[in-house]
């Protein structure tokens, strides 16, 4: 078993306990709002929360191991350890057996030639460095960069929750290549509030400082020894390098060391800058750049530079100037093979067919076309063109952007070459050569080439050399081609072929992959190489979830008007007496003494209990009084004075700690929660938590994405489709998705109804879907079965003209023996409340059906009501 499905295990297991960790417990409230946050039109993806929740597990669960450790505790047997390592070659069982482990990973350390006969040069990755370092494997399209955001935000609000625990302070970001500005752009507009909850997002937005690295700029611009800066850099601008030093400026460098030391390598400015940063962690972007097919060169650099900011010595043995706490390296990448071996710090991997599964990226079921016209490179290029414009010339994205083609040729003479039959092809088939974009070193596009993936763009194909492979997003390229055969690649083959796999929201429609024979062949190579993945596997690869958008009709919908209790914490005055404790009962005993003395019948008496035996955890008294003082705001020796008069012994059981902050707590709380009736009118529809479009005549529309799974598509129902049966009932969203064919068929049911006495009923609505408190105010507070708050949103509300409104919540019959005890019980408690409180407005029903359909039975209510 690898690495990260180990470690997934334990991950669920966690999440299923709801994150629970008694010292730092904020970090399940940052994890639980991650996935329902009130945030209009942004969310952190499946794998996103998959890889934050894995890094967080690590960090506080596992405590930041290093890897190697991490496999330690995970496989605690030497063979399932080895496996897991990647040591499977029948030598290498045998000289466990004769040696040891150790001395095996020894070997795996220092000897060269041990590590390059058994294929070793993953797990050597591992085993040489001396600092925790991860790897979260995201497919393209994932959200790698958004990811990295998401971990530096909650280690910032985290820090800041709990001060001088060792959580990050600031943060050094890799960015791939040159793409500095995009990163940077990225990170600065990304919605950082729907990461983290109110409360940790004001304090984190208002310290955050975001720079980069400028060129011809020999420094960066961050105060030493500051916190909250996010660094975002490549691997040219900020590394160990050998400095030219003038002889003026030696003795402030290096006091009065020779000038040959002097030329040796040293930190640049820039390095220094950081270099004084604390509680630094490292994010490499695309780290396949650092580790992979760029192990041998690449890796180097990067590799120094990380361990001159995890190490405070120099090569020659004195300390630097800087005291950096590199907390962690973490390292994102779509690719985590390396010559078709698995890198072994991957903690968590996210792949291609996942993606596509996931509806993250285009389906390629059945659309990857292997092309053998004999090396005739004319015949294979007015295919191409013909066939993507037969099959994408009217296909559009959501928001109106054209199909796009991007072909990729491995020299500039090959583009001067085949251009001209390109054109031609495009004249054949109706089309103008002016939606060729070319662009290369000896014609550079760049501004229409930025301009290719929006719908302004007058291009639709694209003819490329060494452009637009690693992080290109154009979500509107539907089809790539390579036009002819390479003869070394270095990955080309597979990051050229995957540009036309992003997806957006809205779009059903495959991608499509034109290769030669040969291209294709290499392409299953890389693949395996790379990913892991098999051709066959891609090629069969089907989206199991898709995303849509849905739409507001009815925008200025009458509130529903309810009583309800609030909750509210008022401020309250209290004497300003001192603090009087009591001890606490005695508790985590582990055991007790006591005396046996033999009797004349040989047996065992017991005499006396000789002394009850506690947890060895203590505190001492001081430390104590100054925790509680600091927490509570208090005089630190008046509470010492008290701790003192209770604890003769001078020390504390760890496990009084709670109780006594609890008695603090009831004394010096000046607040208290008040309940009070109110009378509120609640929003069915808040359209400011909708993305507003206008169009180009000024009209406004009011938007959001939705994920479904493919299997419940048939659920998904459009106003369009059914005007004719509704009339002018329901759909105040479209389309309407339904979670359930019963909970569709009570819908249409009522429809039916509502069409035969149309006159009594104000409207009905579909409301189980819309749960975001952003989007409506129409929610149910309750305690769940784990003691938690949680909201609750019923699927349907029956309005009728008089205001009397019916509530119904569909349910499996199978799902009854819940209703009592179980999660259903608690929401139904909580609806029955407010059905109490307005008897003359509400009534509420939970209807379990049998089966697809709802019976004659479970629709009475609803029939009496309207």
């Known amino acids: 078993m690898q690495l990260y499905k180990a470690l997934s295990m334990h991950v669920t297991a966690w999440r299923e306990d709801g994150y629970k960790h008694d010292e730092f417990p904020a970090v399940a409230e940052i994890l639980e709002w991650t996935h329902q946050p009130d945030v209009p039109a942004f969310r952190l993806r499946a794998p996103q929360l998959r890889a934050l929740e894995t890094y967080w597990y690590l960090r506080l669960v596992e405590k930041t191991p290093h890897v190697f450790d991490l496999y330690t505790h995970l496989f605690p047997k030497v063979t399932e350890r080895m496996t897991a390592l990647g040591m499977n070659h029948a030598d290498l069982r045998e000289m466990v057996i004769d040696t040891s482990f150790e001395r095996l990973i020894q070997k795996a350390r220092t000897d060269d030639d041990f590590v390059s006969k058994y294929d070793l040069e993953t797990l050597r990755e591992t085993l040489t460095l001396d600092y925790p370092s991860y790897i979260l494997a995201l497919a393209m399209g994932a959200g790698k960069t958004v990811l990295i955001g998401a971990i530096f935000a909650t280690e910032f609000a985290m820090a800041q929750e709990y001060p001088d625990n060792g959580f990050v302070e600031n943060a050094l970001v890799f960015a791939p290549g040159k793409t500095i500005i995009e990163s940077l752009r990225e990170l600065a507009e990304m919605r950082y509030e729907a990461v983290l909850p109110p409360r940790m997002y004001k304090s984190f937005a208002a310290t955050l400082k975001l720079t980069f690295t400028r060129d011809g700029d020999p420094d960066i611009p961050v105060i030493r020894g500051s916190s909250w800066n996010v660094i975002v850099t490549n691997t040219e601008k900020i590394r160990i390098q050998k400095e030219a030093i003038r002889k003026s400026d030696m003795p402030t460098l290096f006091g009065s060391e020779k000038e040959d030391e002097a030329k040796a390598e040293v930190a640049n400015l820039r390095l220094q800058a950081i270099a004084s940063l604390p509680k630094l962690a490292i994010f490499s972007d695309e780290a396949h750049h650092t580790y992979g097919q760029a192990m041998d060169a690449d890796l180097k650099k990067v590799r120094k530079t990380v361990d001159y900011l995890h ?186 072929a995957s540009r036309c796999l992003r997806q957006v929201a809205g779009n059903d429609t495959k991608a499509r992959i034109y290769l030669s024979l040969e291209n294709k062949n290499v392409l299953d190579r890389q693949l395996q190489e790379t990913y892991g993945e098999t051709f066959a596997g891609l090629l069969g690869g089907e989206s199991h979830s898709r995303r849509d958008f849905i739409t507001l009709r009815k925008v200025d919908l009458p509130p529903l008007v309810v009583r309800k209790v609030v909750r509210s914490v008022q401020r309250i005055e209290k004497e300003n007496k001192p603090i009087q404790l009591t001890r606490p009962a005695i508790g985590a005993m582990r055991g007790t003494v006591t005396a046996y003395t033999p009797s004349e019948m040989g047996k065992l008496l017991a005499l006396k209990e000789v002394s009850q035996l506690y947890d060895v955890d203590t505190f001492d008294l001081y430390t104590t009084a100054q925790d509680l003082a600091r927490n509570y705001r208090l005089e630190a020796f008046d509470l010492l004075s008290e701790l003192r008069r209770m604890y003769s012994e001078g020390i504390i059981p760890v496990s009084h700690y709670a109780e006594l902050a609890g008695q603090i707590e009831k004394q010096t709380s000046q607040y208290e929660t008040v309940e009070e009736t109110v009378e509120v009118a609640l929003a069915l529809v808040k359209k400011e938590g909708f993305e507003k479009i206008t169009d180009e005549q000024g009209n406004e529309t009011y938007t959001a994405e939705i994920s479904y799974p493919i299997d419940r598509e048939h659920l998904l129902v459009h106003y369009e489709e059914w005007q004719k049966r509704t009339g002018n009932f329901g759909f105040h969203y479209s389309p309407y998705n339904f979670d359930s064919k019963p909970e569709l068929n009570f819908f249409e049911t009522l429809l039916q109804m509502l069409n035969q006495k149309p006159d009594e009923v104000e409207d009905i609505y579909f409301t189980g879907a819309l749960t975001d408190t952003k989007k409506t105010d129409f929610f149910i507070e309750y305690r769940g079965v784990d003691g938690r708050m949680h909201n609750y949103t019923p699927d349907f509300v029956i309005r009728r003209k008089d205001g009397k409104c019916l509530i119904v919540e569909i349910k499996s019959e199978r799902e009854r023996e819940n209703e009592i005890d179980g999660e259903n019980g608690a929401k139904a408690i909580a609806t029955r409340k407010w059905e109490s409180l307005n008897p003359d407005k509400l009534k509420y029903q939970m209807v379990f059906v049998k089966q697809d359909s709802v019976s004659n039975e479970d629709i009475e209510e609803a029939r009496k009501f309207i």
């Open 311 to 496: 190490n405070p010595h120099s090569e020659s043995g004195k300390r630097e100037a800087h005291e950096t706490q590199l907390v962690c390296v973490v390292n994102t990448t779509g690719t985590p093979f390396f010559q078709k071996q698995p890198l072994r710090d991957v903690v968590i991997w996210y792949g291609l067919s996942e993606g596509i599964r996931d509806g993250i990226l285009k389906e390629l079921a059945g659309n990857i076309y292997g092309i053998d016209f004999q090396g005739n490179e004319k015949e294979y290029l007015s295919f191409v063109i013909e066939d993507f414009f037969k099959t994408y010339r009217n296909t559009t994205l959501p928001d109106s952007t054209p199909a796009k083609l991007a072909i990729f040729f491995p020299q500039t003479g090959d583009v001067a070459e085949l251009r001209p039959i390109i054109e031609t092809t495009l004249t054949k088939i109706g089309l103008s050569p002016t939606l060729i974009l070319e662009h290369h070193t000896k014609k550079e596009s760049k501004a229409d080439f930025d301009r290719f993936k929006s719908k302004d763009s007058p291009h639709r194909v694209a003819l490329l050399v060494d452009r637009g492979v690693e992080g290109w997003n154009v979500p509107a390229l539907f089809a790539c081609a390579l036009a002819r055969q390479l003869k070394s690649s270095n990955n080309f083959v597979l990051q050229a």
